[in-house]
């Protein structure tokens, strides 16, 4: 807990500057503190409403809130309640107890517990009102993106380019396309829907929807929904081929659908993952690049596995060379790693792109292995 990401992401839509403010807030650690204020400091505000606090704590789920800041369950108790590391104090072994019917977590190890507003206190060290603020702010980006990949996936079928795009890139299957919730935007018309929704412009600015101009940033893009972002794919060769919103790339793609697999492959790109889930291997997941970011890692180390790599064979070598760094640290934490090798300028999407299938895949991966 407390990286970078997590604390970019809660605060998306402010700028640079007030994210980095609030990250350094994020570091300090709250054991010790003697901060006694307890959450009866609702009381008397008569600026929200009992029912807005509720509305507002019915929206944002605790575990979700948790577990979009790396918060990981360790051990499952009865009654569907967990337990794992706490994030408020330095922990060594599970003391923190989360009980997602009810929304509410203690820690047997500082003491502390409460409700997800009082966890947004206690994690970015901030009274009631900037705690509120915060998961508003959360609350409004997340349902923002929502809507915003909503309307782009209906774009999708309308739009031929895209569909002829996506065949070039190998991805045909329905199931997929649903799976990925793939989208489209044609650009000139997501502003316009979005303000129908309520949403003012310089919100969809902030987010990084909408240019300063007001175009759709995504314009021309196949576009997948991610954990907080968006990942836009150009259709032209003259745009940038790569575009995310600003703020962290999140955490690896779909990672809770895979985790539970004893081998994970572990690719860069989402077409990558997307030709591979199709051809049957549906214990993969993506970067989103080569490097991974801490969270990216730690979530990889969360238990013992085999993880292949299956970056791009890239010509310059540099591919590999991400491969072979990648597969150093992750053996340093004692995993086991297999390194695919796909021929010379292939990555998995041109791979199976260009006619390879799943038995051919499943030999490199043996291949791996040995
Ligand atoms: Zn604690």
């Keep these: ?33 003697g901060r006694a204020l307890s959450y009866s400091a609702v009381r008397g505000k008569k600026s929200v409403s009992r ?3 509720d509305e507002l704590k019915q929206q944002i789920p605790l575990l979700d809130y948790l577990q979009a800041h790396d918060w990981k369950p360790a051990r499952r108790l009865s009654r569907g309640r967990w337990m794992g590391l706490c994030p408020l104090h330095s ?6 107890l989360v009980d997602p019917g009810k929304s509410l977590f203690y820690c047997f190890g500082c003491g502390r517990g409460g409700d997800v507003i009082r966890f947004a206190e206690l994690y970015y060290q901030v009274k009631f009102p900037q705690a509120l603020a915060l998961l508003q702010q959360w609350r409004g980006l997340a349902s923002l993106l929502h809507e915003a990949a909503g309307f782009y996936r209906m774009q999708l079928h309308r739009h031929g380019e895209a569909i002829a795009y ?18 489209y935007a ?121 993880i292949y790599l299956a970056f791009d064979a890239d010509a310059n070598g540099s591919g590999q060379r991400a491969t072979q760094a990648l597969a150093h640290r992750l053996r340093e934490q004692r995993l086991k790693v297999g390194t695919v090798e796909l021929p010379q300028g292939h990555d998995p999407n041109s791979f199976f792109a260009n006619g390879a299938d799943a038995r051919q895949f499943q030999a490199l991966l043996e291949a791996a292995r040995s």
């Excluded at 807990?1 to 700028?15: H, I």
């Excluded at 890139?169 to 990925?180: C, K």
């Excluded at 080569?290 to 990889?300: I, P, V």
């Design 186 to 306: 044609p650009g000139g018309c997501l502003r316009g829907w979005l303000s129908r929704l309520g949403y003012p412009l310089q919100t969809l600015r902030q987010a990084g929807l909408v240019t300063a101009s007001g175009y759709d940033a995504y314009m021309h893009r196949v576009v997948f929904p991610l954990e907080g972002n968006l990942y836009g794919r150009s259709l032209s060769a003259a745009a940038p081929p790569h575009r995310f919103l600003p703020g962290a790339k999140g955490g690896l793609y779909l990672w809770e659908q895979v985790r539970q697999y004893p081998e994970v492959i572990l690719v860069e790109g989402l077409f990558d993952y997307a030709v591979l889930w199709q051809a049957g291997f549906h214990n993969v997941t993506c970067a989103m690049g080569t490097q991974l970011n801490a969270y990216q890692f730690r979530q990889l180390c969360d238990g013992m596995r085999i």
């Design 166 to 183: 996506l065949h070039q890139r190998g991805v045909r299957s329905p199931e997929l396309i649903e799976h990925m919730r793939i989208g």
């Design 1 to 33: 807990m407390g990286t970078t990401a997590t604390a970019q992401r809660v605060v998306l839509g402010e700028g640079r500057s007030s994210r980095r403010a609030l990250f350094e807030d994020a570091h300090h650690p709250c054991l010790g503190s």
């Design 51 to 53: 029912q807005a606090l």
């Design 91 to 96: 922990d060594h072994k599970p003391s923190f």
